[in-house]
């Protein structure tokens, strides 16, 4: 099981970005996954989960409204549209996954220990 993050890059405050988590290995509608981004000299935080299925989605306060989880099965992947980006947004994006099939994503928050498998992460900056 391999999940690869991509699509990161420089971009303006207000611009949009989109990232994919290509998987290999598991199919990403039999298990949850999530985004996660960690700023430097900070811990890592939760930034998106999707639930098995599709059926429940979760994200962050920080990026409600803003950002948007989704998954095409056909080509494996999972993907997040960022928009209205701001310089607080700057950090390495990885997915990761629940390794249980079925599951959902919990609307208590993000907790790492859940999570497996982690991608090598995308780096995003914000600035003008």
């Known amino acids: 099981v391999q999940l690869q993050a991509s699509g990161g890059g420089l971009v303006q405050p207000g611009g949009a970005l989109r990232l994919s988590c290509v998987a290999s290995g598991i199919t990403v509608d039999r298990y949850p996954i999530g985004w996660f981004r960690q700023a430097p000299g900070k811990e890592r935080d939760g930034v998106s989960c999707i639930s098995s299925g599709g059926g429940k989605i979760v994200y962050g306060d920080s990026v409600k409204g803003r950002f948007t989880i989704s998954r095409d099965i056909v080509r494996n992947t999972v993907y997040l549209q960022m928009n209205d980006l701001k310089p607080e947004d700057t950090a390495v994006y990885s997915c990761?996954?629940?390794?249980?099939?079925?599951?959902?994503?919990?609307?208590?928050?993000?907790?790492?220990?859940?999570?497996?498998?982690w991608g090598q992460g995308t780096q995003v900056t914000v600035s003008s």
């Open positions: 990761a996954l629940i390794p249980q099939a079925g599951f959902f994503c919990s609307s208590m928050g993000f907790y790492e220990s859940d999570y497996s498998h």
